[in-house]
């Protein structure tokens, strides 16, 4: 390793040290007084709590822009418990294409081909910091994709790819693109997210949002398999219409609930749908200017137009780090992860546990923009600290 010492400290430090890649950043001036007006210890199914989780789903809709005739429903276990709600009860009717090239959508393949047990499943693959060939892909099959990769940091840059007309349906999970990306609601029939990531909302609550398309699956299709009570969409032949009108199927959080609405009117405050765009990519660029000419990192995408402004993952690309061997690698990461957290600059800044030894970075809509700028001089210091130790 190197034998000179690192520079002197630097001399800003973030105002919010939290990077976390979810849950995330809560939003600027947020303070436990936003979640007074809790409806606690009342029956989400009164009229009180019903109308709160109603306009969770309504200003969903209108600041994402989904299009007419979409329902939106909140469920249960978070942007997991949504994307299994959608392969148990839509898959089976065609073959099917997943997308895997990071570790959610590599689970989403591992439940289709060894859970589902699909005999007409195809897995797409690539390796952390690419996309899959898009060019394999076969829309007559049903598609399954994550359109941002939170692990890997790599996105899907536009929906191109996908065709108008087409005839088995797209699943997306989108649990770090909703309201950091322009989603192309046209070409997609299934969107999944949480209230953890973009807006900065507690864990435990998922987000549904289906297409007449595959509405019209639910309504014309039975899975081969028994479902949970937890994954029921229909009953006696008919959509389950209230859990699109806040009848949640099982109970939630109704201090959740508070906190939800709390980041979906701070979204509306900045401008909604294009100003959370607009400070996520803001964020990025912050950082792809820094990485810009720099020795000691790069970013895991591979190609600028795939660079996710969320999830922003980095490989650490000194000399001394490279010349180590894998296990070297994963320790030195974690060190450099672990003096920044010390330092109380960058809080869960690590890579995912399956993703390369790096760092990531949330640079969601939460998360200010003079915080990430604050952090990257310790990303250097941190990295040359440990070049020497």
């Known amino acids: 390793m190197a ?17 976390s890649s979810g849950p995330c950043a809560k ?49 249960p276990a978070s942007d997991t418990g949504a994307v299994e709600m959608a ?31 699909l005999k007409d499943a195809r897995v797409i ?23 941002n990769g939170t692990t890997s940091g790599v996105r899907f840059p536009n929906g191109d790819f996908i065709p108008a007309e087409r005839e088995g349906l797209v699943i997306a999970d989108a649990t770090s693109a909703a309201f950091a990306m322009d989603l192309p609601w046209d070409k997609l029939d299934v969107v999944t997210w949480s209230w953890q ?9 998922g987000m549904l949002a289906l297409s007449p398309r595959a509405v019209e699956r639910l309504l014309t299709y ?12 229909t009953g006696k032949g008919k959509l389950t219409e209230g859990i699109f009108v806040g009848e949640t199927i099982n109970t939630p959080s109704m201090l959740c609930v508070e906190d939800a609405l709390d980041g979906l009117r701070w979204a509306e405050s900045v401008g909604g749908l294009k100003g959370l765009i607009a400070r996520s990519e803001a964020n990025l660029k912050a950082i792809a200017d820094w990485v810009e000419g720099n020795e000691r990192v790069r970013f895991l995408a591979e190609t600028q137009e795939t660079r996710s402004c969320t999830s922003i993952c980095l490989a650490i690309d000194a000399p001394w780090f490279k010349a180590l061997d894998a296990e070297g690698q994963a320790k030195a990461a974690k060190a450099v992860a672990a003096l920044l957290e010390k330092e109380a600059v960058a809080l869960d800044a690590g ?39």
């Open 3 to 19: 034998d000179f010492s690192p520079a002197a400290k630097p001399a800003v430090r973030p105002q919010n040290p939290n990077f």
């Open 27 to 75: 939003r600027p001036g947020f303070t436990l007084a936003a979640l007074e007006g809790a409806l606690l210890g009342r029956s989400h199914r009164a009229k009180g709590p019903k109308a709160k989780l109603a306009e969770v789903i309504t200003l969903s809709k209108q600041i994402l822009g989904m299009p007419e005739g979409w329902r939106l429903g909140i469920v």
């Open 87 to 117: 392969l148990w009860s839509l898959l089976g009717a065609r073959p099917v294409d997943v997308l895997a090239h990071e570790s959610f959508s590599s689970a989403w393949a591992t439940d289709v081909v060894k859970q589902l047990k």
């Open 125 to 147: 693959e690539a390796g952390y910091g690419k996309l899959p060939d898009l060019t394999q892909i076969d829309f007559t099959h049903d598609v399954v994709l994550a359109w």
């Open 197 to 205: 990531k973009v807006l900065g909302g507690e864990a435990g609550h």
């Open 222 to 233: 039975t899975p081969a398999w028994p479902l949970p009570k937890i994954f029921r969409l």
């Open 351 to 389: 890579a995912y546990r399956d993703a390369p030894a790096g760092l990531r970075i949330w640079g969601g809509a939460t998360v200010e923009t003079s915080d990430i700028a604050a952090l990257l001089p310790w990303i250097d210091y941190a990295i040359d600290a440990l070049a020497q130790a």
